[in-house]
């Protein structure tokens, strides 16, 4: 005799209704750790950078969440760098304000840093919200 059994279907149906709200609290925690963090290591780059010219420029570096946006409202994003609104937040340290000056670069080195440590975190909570 065959046995047909259905508890895997309605497992999945289980998850398909938890799942995107796991996945959206687990994710704005996660971008918010990141942005945080890359906030720290700018700041840290552009002390090291910054010399006696742009001394309050590390002062500037600042990071703020997006509230959903994108296509249908739902979308998780944030950013990091100088706050124009801060002393020398303003100023072109970053890329280098002119030919006498050379690019400071204090976010730009952090990025590699934090797309990898993004991705990795990203796809073990994608893991785990399939095989917790």
Request: hydrophobic residues 30%; positive net charge.
């Amino acid at each position: 005799m065959t046995r047909v059994e259905f508890s895997g279907i309605t497992n999945l149906a289980n998850d398909m209704t938890r799942i995107p709200v796991l996945a959206k609290t687990r994710m704005v925690k996660i971008v918010r750790e990141q942005i945080k963090h890359g906030e720290r290591l700018a700041r840290l780059n552009a002390q090291k950078t910054s010399g006696s010219r742009g001394k309050r420029f590390p002062r500037a570096m600042s990071s703020e969440m997006h509230a959903g946006g994108g296509l249908f409202g739902n979308s998780i994003s944030g950013e990091y760098g100088p706050d124009r609104n801060k002393p020398q937040g303003g100023m072109a340290f970053e890329d280098g304000p002119g030919p006498q000056t050379r690019p400071h670069r204090a976010v730009g080195k952090t990025i590699p840093l934090i797309r990898n440590e993004l991705s990795r975190k990203t796809a073990r909570m994608i893991d785990g919200l399939y095989w917790p």
